[in-house]
């Protein structure tokens, strides 16, 4: 759920649409834990609910990202796995190289929703260097609108109006010769579900798609969910990828629905152990 600074710098110069700035800021809400950018199962569908775009807009955002060169992906009959480019997480030190955190509830709000591509850029900008100055942003006048109309390609008044838009979120005033900013109490506050949960949920959400297993709650959802975090060292000791796993018991679900119960049945049995009836806490 992270993105660079310095990817986050080239998406300016590559100048977005909304629509794909969009794409890539919900997509990388569900990179894989490694660290590599990788993001399994973006199914066209969802991508036109959560962003509100139709199926043409969908797959002309998908080939638009992957020319400007941010973005590969391989099609899996009926979705994408998709790798965000540039946003490797992987080796030493890459976390000092400065990031954002997408696991704020403002990312989903329509006053965000509503703000044209380069204030949702600098709105993140923004979070960033607030957050690393203590809750206080401060920069020179002259240095904030030299920096930010290269960065952005805009005058001195539309960055203005950047910045009052923006006033929903931060509070913004001058003072002898010095931009300061600092985020609105409780703006960025992070969502109650976790990133892990978010991601789990997603890749229990792609096993079904793919097996062609129907998911009638999201109850079962969160008990399979439960069964990957249980199980998934378990599995490692035992030479096996608990994620390859669940694909393969989600293969085997009887009916073709979302069966925690015998999910749980055929996992144990798959690593080796004796099974039981209940999910275990």
């Known amino acids: 759920m992270k993105i660079k600074v310095s990817l986050l710098i080239k998406w300016c110069t ?3 649409t909304k629509k794909e ?10 990179q894989d834990q490694d660290g590599y950018g990788h993001v399994r ?5 969802e991508i036109m609910e959560k962003c509100n775009m139709s199926q043409m807009t969908f797959y002309t ?3 638009s990202l992957k020319q400007k060169g941010l973005i590969d992906y391989k099609r899996m009959n009926k ?21 954002i955190n997408l696991n704020k509830i403002v990312f989903e709000e329509e006053k965000f929703k509503k703000l044209r591509v380069n204030e949702k850029i600098l709105l993140m900008i923004f979070m960033r260097n607030t957050y690393v100055n203590k809750g ?9 609108y030299d920096d930010y109309t ?28 010095k931009y300061f900013i600092k985020f609105v109490s409780n703006t960025f506050k992070e969502k109650s579900e976790t990133e892990t949960d978010q991601y789990l949920g997603h890749i229990v959400q792609i096993g079904c798609r793919r097996n062609k297993v129907v998911v009638d709650s999201t109850a079962t959802v969160k008990d399979t969910m439960q069964l990957i975090k249980q199980y998934r060292q378990q599995a490692k000791e035992a030479g096996q990828n608990i994620f390859e796993v669940l ?32 999910i275990e806490a």
């Open 61 to 63: 955002v998908l080939r």
């Open 14 to 16: 590559c100048k977005l």
């Open 41 to 45: 199962g973006i199914y066209y569908k």
């Open 136 to 144: 206080i942003y401060r920069v020179g006048t002259n240095k904030f």
């Open 21 to 30: 700035y969009d794409f890539l800021i919900f997509i990388a809400r569900y």
């Open 247 to 278: 694909n393969s018991c989600l293969a085997e679900c009887k009916n073709g629905i979302l069966n925690s119960k015998y999910i749980h049945k055929l996992i144990r049995q798959a690593i080796g152990i004796e099974c039981r009836p209940a």
């Open 150 to 177: 290269k960065l952005l390609g805009v005058t001195k008044k539309v960055l203005r109006s950047y910045l009052h838009s923006l006033k929903e979120f931060f509070n913004i005033w001058t003072q002898k010769g």
């Open 79 to 99: 979705d994408y796995d998709i790798t965000i480019l540039n946003n490797d997480f992987s080796y030493e030190g890459s976390w000092n190289e400065g990031y």
